[in-house]
């Protein structure tokens, strides 16, 4: 299994950014699929960006244009950048590897990170 620490969360005001890492133990090149999921205070987990080992990414429709994913393989990190914050994107993100299909759900997810809080007020 792939150990995840997640890291850079914290409160923004609305239209700011904020940029998660998540630092794996282990040889992350050999995860297909790492990515990112969120939930809010009464509501479930939900996808919101993954990223496979080639680079292609795939985004919840919510987060479209504002967040972008990235890894870097030879560092073992994994990265979402969040610009154009709102207040609905306040949450618990988690980092999450060997996503299988690499589908935005938290079904198919083996590893999970303890999860960052992001704060968006208005």
């Known amino acids: 299994q792939v150990q995840l620490v997640e890291s850079g969360g914290g409160s923004v005001e609305a239209g700011g950014s904020l940029r998660l890492s998540c630092a794996a133990s282990?040889?992350?090149?050999?995860?297909?699929?790492m990515g990112w999921f969120r939930q809010a205070p009464g509501k479930g987990r939900e996808g919101v960006a993954a990223?496979?080992?080639?680079?292609?990414?795939n985004y919840a429709d919510t987060v479209k244009g504002r967040f972008t994913i990235s890894r870097d393989n030879a560092k073992n990190t994994l990265t979402l950048q969040m610009n154009s914050l709102k207040p609905e994107d306040t949450a618990m993100y988690y980092c999450?590897?060997?996503?299988?299909?690499?589908?935005?759900?938290?079904?198919?997810?083996?590893?999970w990170g303890q999860g960052t809080q992001v704060t968006v007020s208005s």
């Open positions: 999450a590897a060997e996503i299988w299909g690499c589908v935005l759900s938290d079904r198919y997810v083996r590893d």
């Open positions: 282990g040889n992350t090149a050999s995860s297909y699929c």
């Open positions: 990223i496979d080992r080639y680079g292609s990414t």
